[in-house]
């Protein structure tokens, strides 16, 4: 008995934009994590639930961020692909594009996907703090 296999090349789904909410996860002086601290981000995301950097790169009106922080003002900034970093490209979080004494390092985010339940890592000027994706859905169209 044969079995024919299919062999017609395998197409990457691409990626759609998603609104991503991030919300501190326990740790110190947060025992039970926070929804007063976190991130809301407009992201191209691949299937595999990471970000897309070419995406990124090609259009302007994505990849937005706003860092919420319980008492300080929001922040608002892009996140970025840069070359440097492990494995030669780092994911950042730029808020003034004239100086990177601003920016806030995203860790692995090639390696750990924003999917519900997840958890990823930002370094602010504090340190690293480690983050529970709660939501990640459809972007409102027109965003």
Not at 1 to 11: E, V
Not at 26 to 52: A, C, I, K, N, T
Not at 67 to 90: C, N, Y
């Amino acid at each position: 008995m044969s079995h024919t296999a299919s062999h017609a090349p395998a197409t990457e789904e691409p990626a759609s934009l998603k609104r991503i909410t991030l919300h501190l996860a326990r740790g110190p002086g947060f025992p039970e994590g926070s929804g007063q601290h976190g991130y809301e981000m407009l992201v191209p995301l691949r299937p595999d639930g990471h970000p897309d950097a070419s995406g990124c790169r090609s259009s302007p009106t994505c990849c937005h961020i706003r860092r919420f922080w319980a008492g300080e003002p929001d922040r608002l900034g892009r996140l970025e692909h840069r070359a440097g970093g492990a494995d030669g490209a780092s994911w950042v979080i730029d808020y003034d594009e004239t100086t990177a004494t601003d920016d806030e390092a995203g860790y692995r985010f090639d390696i750990h996907a924003f999917v519900p339940g997840e958890y990823v890592t930002i370094r602010d000027r504090h340190g690293p703090h480690t983050f529970r994706v709660v939501a990640v859905e459809d972007a409102p169209a027109g965003a």
